[in-house]
């Protein structure tokens, strides 16, 4: 069924959110990085973090709380290891951190073949797809993870939750090859806590296996949830950790007291930590393509192969996001529902700036 979306231009767009971020005393550079981000994530399609998230997660568990600190400087910390940068952000805006570490990482990339930033003492950056996405648009093989803002997800057979939905995200360099880049972005539970409030309000069931209630017993009714399930049950409960280790690594809180800064006694930390890393194609390249092809005919070979031989209609990941940037353009500007549009001037009342005339929007059917 058809959906109504407004087109926003993307200055509009940007101008009401960094007014917003300014509003709540982040600098220039921190709200244009907090709006860059949140375009991105509009622009692809990606309505789970687009700004409307970004303000609502700093209200519950940033500059609203204690997680995230506005006009802030990254302290680097001193390293032995010249392809590796380690960085206390000192609670800095999430968005802020995560692109200047993939600028540095991509630096250390030119210069090294690899770079590698970590980021202690962070606050969470959103959509880890757009960081990769840009370092894959500039010829980039990059990864990033994240440590989620809360514990909510229970390791495979457990009934409490200590994990976070702790996402991943890659990004390929395929756009010769594909017109787009591969990127592939998932967090490692079920489904989001959001999307059980959803279908409680809505008196819908969740999915199988997607939650469980006090007893650790899997449930389907949104009333009874106390924590998600990580997907692909022992697969998923393994990726999950993969952040939880790295964010140990680097100088992470424990999981059930981030965020939760009540629990925080003194000594402890609640802050989450990321992780980026980037390599340039050419550092890996074994010479030794078949059938004469340089690294780019073999990347665009492989893409074919797996698409063939009765394949030619699977998707690939990064290709609804492609399709949705191509569909802004097209338009001219943001794709917004009636809903996000109330939405957004709902926050430009409260920060006292000028609304959208829902009027004077373009409408499309998608």
Known sequence: MAETFHVVPESDHNALVEAAYRQRG???????????????????????????????????????SQGCVADVEIEEIPSRFPA?????????????????????????????????????NAFHYLWGGGYVMEAARRGYVAYTNCTAA??????????????GTNPHSWGLPTTDALGFPIVIDWATSVVAMGRVQQLAREGKALPPHAAVDAEGAITTDPAQVKALVPFGAHKGYGLALINELIGAFI???????????????????????????????????????AAGRTQAENVKAVVADVLGHGNETC?????????????????????????????FNELASEIGVAAWSIDALKSVEI
């Open 26 to 64: 982040f600098n220039a550079a921190e709200a244009a990085a907090g709006a860059r981000l949140c375009a991105e994530a509009a622009r692809h399609g990606i309505r789970t973090h687009n700004a409307l998230k970004a303000l609502h997660l700093d209200h519950l568990f940033g500059t609203g």
């Open 315 to 343: 998707m690939l990941p990064g290709q609804l996001e492609a399709e949705a940037a191509r569909r802004c353009a097209a338009h001219g500007g943001l794709l917004f529902s009636t809903a996000e549009v109330n939405a």
């Open 84 to 120: 590796a940068k380690i960085w206390n952000a000192h609670r800095q805006l999430g968005q802020a951190t995560a692109y200047a570490a993939l600028e540095e990482a991509i630096r250390l990339a030119d210069q090294y073949g690899v770079g590698m930033v970590s980021v202690d």
């Open 150 to 163: 809360l514990a909510e997800v229970v390791p495979f057979g457990g009934k409490f939750p200590t994990l």
């Open 251 to 289: 100088g992470g809180s424990l999981p059930t007291l981030r965020n939760r800064w009540s629990n925080v006694t003194e000594g402890e930390k609640g802050t989450c930590c990321f992780f980026f890393q980037v390599w340039h194609p050419d550092a890996m390249a074994g010479g030794d393509f």
